[in-house]
């Protein structure tokens, strides 16, 4: 997961399962569920917790922040991140249930 690539996914995510599950209660299992995996991995991620290392070097990124930020695409300064980017960060986090619910919206039309 990646700040660049975890809004565009939420919203395909939210649009195909609101085509494919049965009802409102399932819908917001799911919401709960993928909205839940995605804060939690890339939140791990942008914590360095070990346990993710896997993942990071997987896309060739130095740290889980340097994926989160960069996606091997950017050039941010990850290794020298301070309370301003954590903020802007915990805000990209915030916005997360709102990829997803347009998604959903979309997934209606």
Same mark, same amino acid.
């Given at each position: =997961?990646?700040f660049?690539?975890? /809004? /565009?996914?939420?919203?395909a %995510?939210?649009?195909?399962?609101?085509?494919?599950?049965?009802?409102?209660r399932?819908?917001r299992?799911?919401?709960?569920?993928?909205? !839940? %995996? @995605?804060v939690g991995? #890339?939140? !791990?991620? @942008? +914590?360095?917790?070990? *346990? +993710? *290392?896997?993942?990071?070097?997987l896309?060739?990124?130095e740290t889980? *922040?340097d994926w =989160?930020?960069? #996606?091997?695409?950017?050039?941010f300064?990850?290794?020298?991140?301070?309370?301003? %980017?954590?903020?802007v960060a915990?805000?990209?986090?915030?916005t @997360?249930? +709102?990829? @997803?619910s +347009?998604g *959903?919206?979309? !997934?209606r039309?």
């Open positions: =997961m990646s660049l690539l975890d /809004p /565009p996914l939420l919203v %995510t939210g649009a195909a399962l609101e085509r494919v599950l049965p009802d409102e399932a819908k299992l799911a919401a709960a569920a993928v909205v !839940g %995996t @995605y991995v #890339s939140a !791990g991620l @942008y +914590l360095n917790r070990p *346990r +993710l *290392r896997w993942f990071w070097r896309f060739g990124a889980g *922040r =989160m930020l960069n #996606s091997g695409v950017l050039r300064d990850h290794e020298r991140s301070g309370p301003a %980017t954590h903020a915990a805000a990209i986090f915030a @997360y249930p +709102l990829w @997803y +347009l *959903r919206r979309l !997934g039309r």
